[in-house]
């Protein structure tokens, strides 16, 4: 495993996410969505998992770079939409050759701190009701399933709506669980604090 780095998602990562997408959700966002979400709007803090290493000039970024290969790849991403008191998970997916990993847990967990530290009061989410892989991972967090949404999808499958509360609690856990994450992965952090390059 190489070195992990969360930061915000930039317009130049949005082809890397597109095809991470195509292999995850049916239908896919367009990569105009993405362009919107990273150059436009005004309550979107996407986040992305690269694996390699961003900065420096060790061998290995050398010997990629000598080899014209990316030194770094996008692994996984999410997306977060914080207006005033609400926060929503758009989306969250990580490379199907990447799961299992506790990468997807770590961007959620980085997303809901976020959310968290803008002082959002709750974070909804809608999920498949075929999805158990993502609704475990939502329940570990404690979000709870609050209706049904018919026909949701496309493909006319209904949603769970999910939601969980935030409350000192829930803050806790979190950092709680982000600890945990800590010591069982090697990881930099960009995002959960960091300011975001447009909307601070
Ligand atoms: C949902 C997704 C992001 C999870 O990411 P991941 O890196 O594979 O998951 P993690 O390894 O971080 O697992 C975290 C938790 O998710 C749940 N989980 C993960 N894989 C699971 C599996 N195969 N079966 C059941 N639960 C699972 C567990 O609760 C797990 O916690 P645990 O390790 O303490 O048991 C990933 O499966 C994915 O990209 N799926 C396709 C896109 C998608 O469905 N997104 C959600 C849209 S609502």
């Known amino acids: 495993m190489g070195d992990l780095t969360l930061r915000h998602m930039r317009g130049a990562d949005v082809t890397s996410v597109i ?4 292999l995850s959700f049916d239908p896919s966002w367009p990569a105009s969505s993405y362009y919107f979400e990273v150059n436009k ?7 992305v998992l690269e694996q390699g290493e961003p900065n420096g000039l060790s061998a290995s970024r050398w010997w990629a770079n000598l080899r014209g290969r990316q030194a770094t790849e996008i692994i996984g991403y999410g997306g977060l939409w914080c207006i005033q008191e609400e926060a929503h998970i758009s989306t969250i ?25 803008l002082q959002a009061q709750y974070c909804v989410l809608e999920v498949r009701v075929s999805n158990t892989v993502a609704q475990a991972l939502y329940e570990k ?10 026909k949701y999808y496309q493909n006319k499958e209904d949603a769970y709506d999910m939601r969980l509360e935030f409350n000192e609690d829930v803050a806790a856990y979190l950092h709680e669980q982000y600890d945990l994450l800590c010591v069982r992965l090697d990881f930099t952090d960009h ?3 960091t300011p975001h390059p447009r909307l601070g």
């Open 19 to 22: 095809e991470i997408d195509r």
């Open 141 to 150: 967090y404690h979000f709870t399933v609050r209706g049904v949404k018919k």
């Open 41 to 47: 709007s005004t309550c979107s803090h996407m986040v």
């Open 191 to 193: 995002y959960s604090t």
């Open 93 to 117: 997916a990580m490379h199907p050759d990447q799961r299992g990993h506790g990468y997807g847990e770590l961007m959620l967990v980085a997303m809901l701190s976020r959310a968290v530290r």
